[in-house]
């Protein structure tokens, strides 16, 4: 009976190591856009967390010939909120001098744990037919809960334009 228990242990231990192997070569595959036969919507649609975790983010030569110039997007570091005492907030903006057809912004809040990332928050915003900004602003109740690693991951959107960001602070709550 007990080697019955030792063959099924041996099994797990197997699959957790082929499991383990194969999360690390997914963030490898996620750095990847969406293919030129992707559609906006259906990039936008994809919520991939191996992505988000990763921080899929261009270098500044790609981001400047493919992201309009009139348009930036940001991260910007997760932070104690003054409006809401006892939140960690982040604020993910895109922002465009000039009309627009589509804006969009999306921000995942995570925290670091001793298992990996644990995710606290997700805000989106969207206009169409704009300029200015939108402003997605994920935030988590972490009153007590100590000293953690907090890090937010963006997705900006403008008309057929995409980009991702990230930022990360370290907070005493």
Same mark, same amino acid.
């Given at each position: 009976?007990?080697?019955?228990?030792g063959a099924g242990m041996a099994r797990r231990l197997a699959v957790i190591g082929v499991l383990a192997i194969l999360a690390a070569l997914v963030p490898a595959t996620a750095l990847a856009g969406p293919s030129e036969?992707?559609?906006l919507?259906?990039?936008?649609?994809?919520?991939?967390q191996s992505s988000w975790q990763s921080g899929a983010t261009a270098n500044a030569a790609d981001v400047a010939a493919a992201y309009p110039a009139d348009c930036i997007g940001v991260s910007d570091y997760p932070?104690?909120?003054?409006?809401n005492p006892g939140y960690v907030a982040a604020q993910v903006r895109t922002?465009?001098?000039?009309?627009?057809?589509?804006?969009?912004?999306?921000?995942?809040?995570?925290?670091?744990?001793?298992?990996?990332?644990?995710?606290?928050?997700?805000?989106? $915003?969207? @206009?169409k /037919?704009?300029?200015?900004k939108v402003?997605?602003?994920?935030?988590?109740?972490?009153y007590g809960a100590g000293k953690y690693t907090y890090r937010i991951y963006g997705y900006h959107e403008v008309?057929?334009?995409?980009?991702?960001?990230?930022? $990360?602070? @370290?907070? /005493?709550?």
């Open positions: 009976m007990n080697s019955g228990r036969n992707e559609t919507s259906q990039a936008a649609a994809v919520d991939d932070h104690l909120s003054e409006h922002e465009c001098r000039v009309q627009r057809g589509w804006m969009y912004a999306r921000g995942k809040l995570y925290r670091d744990r001793w298992y990996g990332p644990q995710l606290l928050s997700t805000a989106s $915003s969207s @206009t /037919w704009t300029y200015g402003r997605a602003i994920p935030s988590w109740k972490c008309d057929d334009w995409y980009k991702y960001s990230s930022n $990360s602070n @370290t907070l /005493w709550c």
